[in-house]
């Protein structure tokens, strides 16, 4: 291990408090891009925190759970994909897409026995190095791959083939999703196309790092999944240029993390301590409701967000119909023209006012509802009466 | 989302209960619905895993796979539940009625009732699609026959999951759209996805608010999911288990009956859920224009049912000509059925005026007795003076409709800050006054709209036959394959 490659990463791993460090995989770069604005996330994750434990700590776990029947079939599609060093693979890369695919050698990269990600690493480099040398067909299981997260190395676990075809790497990405009729669903295709697109990049450093053209691994990435209700694969070519402009573009608008750390109070750590709170909450988030399928800490900056009355927990299409009006209170005040609008909200204000009285006539002058057929119980006192609600209460 | 819609939700927040977007009911609801909860083998594309289903609230029927890798006992449930939609589907027909026959003679019949199934979520009706498109293709004879039922049912399911891609169509509702249709949560639409949540806020259980109810509601022991996902500990810690000591028992009816409870345990708390939701749908009121197009529905229904015998499956994927006539279709019910809820609902149609497309106000002055005598004969075109507050964005000679009587037209001649000058074009008769109470008078409140239902009419397309060479010719006739009997389906 060099100096250099560790240089950054001891700087900030004193705020994982000893804890044990996590790495970031595909689907945690790919979503640090769907919310690169978010701080917090963005210093855990460069000091390596195990965000799960943190939020189980804080007692908001995320139900990330998986089911031991998706788990099953998952591995035995994709051990079905690869068995006999990818032979049905290649079979289907010939046949469905037409390839002219000559011999090609196998190589699992797969970590054997305790070596290091960095010895991994020059493993990969050192074959792929004489790959792109030789041009001739190789088939690349589980490389390990490096790229620079917001100022920090992270290494990348790519449960991908990096496939080589007349001296241009391809990736292949194996996904248990169905594809029914030349059709799946749009967000697990998009969030493959996202995850790939982080590994096209990282290819394409390692292979600009070795002095070759990176342009030599391909923006057509093939996405192999069971084909319609069966477990017989199926080969789908997926371009990933926009997905590609997208990650380098937040990639490179990550708030850099080693600023937010310089800025919060010396001695906090992640540590899962009494402290852990504070600490975390020295480091401003930003949530939407995206985050709750792609970060650990989903569940703990909601409650907080809500907490604060944040208009971004109603989601980003609300926010944005509000012109960035981030307050619940400041919203409602400005609608119900108790608040003298500052001049960049002066157009929001308006709009809200208008929508209020509108609200108000219509509601007025609809027909008053029938009581619910089965409403035979009369209200509970617990209940608070409408009007009543948190706001009013807390206020 | 508009303005509107953002606003309700922070009201939301603020009272701790989900608030109206709507004051009426914009679907139809049938007396008799078949509520169906289906629920799938994680990790599989569409693998029954069981299906509460029934049109009485107090007698769910429940249909389990023991082993839902088992290919008979699969298409065992597939039978079961086959029998159960088609003797639904029958039982809703109800009478034929004959109507006017068509412009080319043809005789015209419609029957007066038809089946709807209701369904807790979007992911229900996905599952109900792709359970149609694993079962319609199944062949009944040969080595891989299957129960006559089995392909019946496909070709059914295809049927409505198609159906409710349709706007306005009620034929088949997911609980969560049709809610939200109604009501604002203090909760982004993620959340609303949860059927518990949704209900949580709208109909809070005793001595909850609204963010409490939802809170619990994602508690997945508390409320178990709405399917067709099954929660992950369930299944490692429950289903699992049980599916395991069925295959080592051989089957036995004890162990069968273990994986029944289990599996009940996760859907009776959805079911009950429906049907409150049900109940809170049905309470409100039904805007106008529900049973014109319930009446496309049944259009819909009686022409699938009558040619089911005679038609083969559903194509996997659509014809050029079936592909293009229903995108046209689907962008016409789009248009009328917004502009439908609009006129039937004071609360879609302040989304008209906060857009500046409508307006509403108090009429100023009027001349009801003008007449336009520039041409060889005098018409009658009452002027309208409005004073409106609302922020109309309309160009002058824009074609208005009166909301509350979309028949009476006109056309906007001049906008003066406040004030709405209208010149009435049509809807008020055909002498040179107008009938009685036709046109608004001084002081009375009134909305006009530049959105009218059917501003399009249905383009023509060519028979499949005439598929022209550009769009790949006249397409293949179905031919029922080997293939598609011999489908693995695991």
Redesign the interface.
């Known amino acids: 291990m060099s100096r250099d490659d560790d240089h950054t990463a001891t700087d900030l791993s004193h705020l994982r408090g000893g804890e044990t460090a996590r790495n970031h995989d595909a689907r945690t770069i790919a979503a640090l891009t769907a919310n690169p604005g978010c701080a917090r996330r963005g210093v855990m994750d460069a000091a390596a925190v195990d965000k799960d434990a943190v939020a189980r700590h804080l007692g908001f776990g995320a139900p990330f759970g998986q089911s031991q029947f998706a788990i099953t079939r998952g591995n035995a599609f994709e051990a079905q994909v690869k068995a006999d060093g990818c032979a049905e693979l290649l079979a289907l890369l010939r046949d469905r897409l037409g390839l002219e695919i000559p011999e090609v050698a196998y190589d699992d990269l797969e970590s054997v026995g305790t070596e290091s990600r960095e010895v991994r690493h020059t493993r990969t480099r050192h074959l792929m190095a004489r790959a792109l040398e030789s041009g001739a067909g190789t088939m690349f299981d589980h490389p390990l791959l490096r790229l620079d997260i917001a100022g920090q190395r992270a290494y990348l676990e790519p449960d991908v083939i990096a496939f080589q075809l007349g001296g241009r790497f391809h990736v292949v990405e194996v996904k248990s999703f169905a594809v029914v009729d030349g059709q799946a669903e749009p967000e697990q295709v998009a969030a493959a196309a996202r995850q790939s697109a982080v590994y096209v990049l990282a290819l394409r450093e390692l292979v600009a790092g070795l002095g070759h053209d990176p342009e030599r691994v391909s923006h057509e990435v093939f996405l192999v999944c069971p084909e319609n209700f069966s477990n017989r694969p199926t080969a789908t070519p997926v371009d990933v240029r926009p997905q590609l402009a997208v990650v380098r573009r937040q990639l490179a608008r990550l708030t850099r993390a080693e600023d937010i750390a310089r800025d919060m109070p010396d001695g906090l750590t992640f540590a899962l301590d009494e402290g852990l709170s504070d600490t975390v909450r020295a480091v401003e988030a930003r949530y939407a409701p995206e985050c709750m399928s792609s970060c650990e800490m989903a569940l703990f900056c909601r409650d907080e967000a809500r907490a604060c009355g944040a208009t971004g927990t109603l989601g980003r299409s609300v926010r944005d119909e509000l012109g960035g009006v981030d307050s619940v209170v400041t919203a409602l005040d400005l609608a119900r023209g108790v608040r003298e609008p500052s001049e960049d909200m002066a157009e929001t204000a308006e709009q809200l006012r208008v929508a209020a009285r509108l609200r108000r006539e219509a509601l007025a002058s609809a027909p008053a509802p029938a009581p619910p057929v089965q409403e035979a119980l009369p209200a509970p006192a617990g209940v608070p009466a409408r009007g009543a609600g948190v706001l009013e209460r807390t206020a | 989302?508009?303005?509107?819609?953002?606003?309700?939700?922070?009201?939301a927040?603020?009272?701790?209960?989900a608030e109206?977007v709507a004051?009426?009911r914009h679907c139809h609801l049938s007396e008799t619905p078949l509520v169906m909860i289906p629920l799938k083998?994680?990790?599989?594309?569409?693998?029954p895993l069981a299906t509460m289903l029934g049109t009485d609230r107090n007698e769910p029927t429940l249909m389990v796979v023991p082993q839902p890798r088992n290919r008979d006992l699969r298409f065992g449930y597939a039978a079961e539940l086959a029998k159960a939609v088609v003797e639904h589907v029958e039982a809703e027909r109800g009478a034929t009625e004959t109507l006017e026959p068509s412009k080319d003679g043809e005789e015209r019949v419609r029957y007066e009732r038809a089946p709807q199934i209701i369904v807790p979520n979007r992911g229900g009706v996905g599952f109900l699609r792709?359970l149609g498109?694993?079962t319609r293709f199944r062949s009944v004879e040969g080595p891989w026959a299957v129960d006559p039922a089995v392909p019946m049912l496909g070709r059914w399911l295809t049927w409505f999951a198609d159906r409710n891609d349709r706007p306005g169509s009620s034929l088949l509702l997911a609980l969560t759209e049709t809610l939200r249709l109604h009501w604002a949560t203090?909760?982004?639409?993620?959340?609303d996805g949860n059927l518990a949540a949704l209900m949580g806020w709208i109909?809070?259980p005793?001595?909850?608010?609204g963010?409490s109810a939802a809170a619990r509601a994602e508690d997945?022991v508390l409320c178990p999911p709405a399917g067709p996902a099954?929660d992950?500990?369930f299944?490692?810690e429950v289903l699992?288990p049980a599916i395991a000591a069925f295959d080592e028992s051989g089957g036995e009816p004890r162990a069968e009956e273990r994986i029944r409870a289990a599996v009940a345990s996760q859907l009776v708390p959805t079911w009950d859920l429906a049907w409150?939701a049900l109940?809170?749908l049905?309470?409100?009121?039904e805007g106008a224009s529900v049973p014109k197009r319930w009446e496309r529905d049944r259009d819909s229904f009686t022409y699938f049912h009558r040619e089911f015998a005679e038609s083969p499956p559903q194509a996997?994927?659509d014809d050029a000509v079936r592909a293009a006539r229903r995108l046209h279709d689907l962008e016409r019910s789009q248009e009328s059925y917004e502009a439908q809820r609009a006129f039937d609902?004071?609360?879609v149609?302040?989304e008209q005026?906060?857009a500046g497309q409508a307006f509403?106000g108090v009429v100023t002055e009027t001349e009801p007795e003008r007449l336009d005598e520039s041409g060889k004969r005098p018409k009658l075109r009452p002027y309208v003076r409005i004073r409106t507050?609302?922020?109309v964005r309309l160009d002058e000679g824009a074609t208005v409709v009166n909301a509350a009587r979309p028949g009476l037209k006109g056309k906007v001649v001049e906008i003066d800050g406040q004030d709405v000058l209208l010149e009435l074009t049509g809807g008020m008769g055909r002498k040179l006054t107008a009938e009685p109470g036709v046109v608004p008078e001084p002081g009375q409140r009134v909305v006009f709209t530049s959105r009218t239902a059917d501003s399009w009419g249905a383009s023509k397309f060519p028979e499949r036959e005439d598929t022209p060479w550009t769009h790949g010719g006249p397409p293949a006739e179905y031919e029922p394959a080997d293939e598609d009997a011999t489908?693995?389906?695991?």
């Open positions: 989302m508009s303005t509107l819609t953002a606003l309700a939700q922070l009201e927040i603020a009272s701790g209960r109206p004051t009426v083998l994680a990790g599989e594309a569409a693998a792709l498109r694993s203090g909760q982004s639409s993620l959340e109909d809070p005793e001595g909850l608010d963010p997945p099954t992950p500990t299944d490692n699992a409150r109940d809170m049905r309470a409100l009121p996997k994927l609902d004071p609360l149609m302040a005026r906060l509403g507050e609302d922020p489908e693995v389906w695991s």
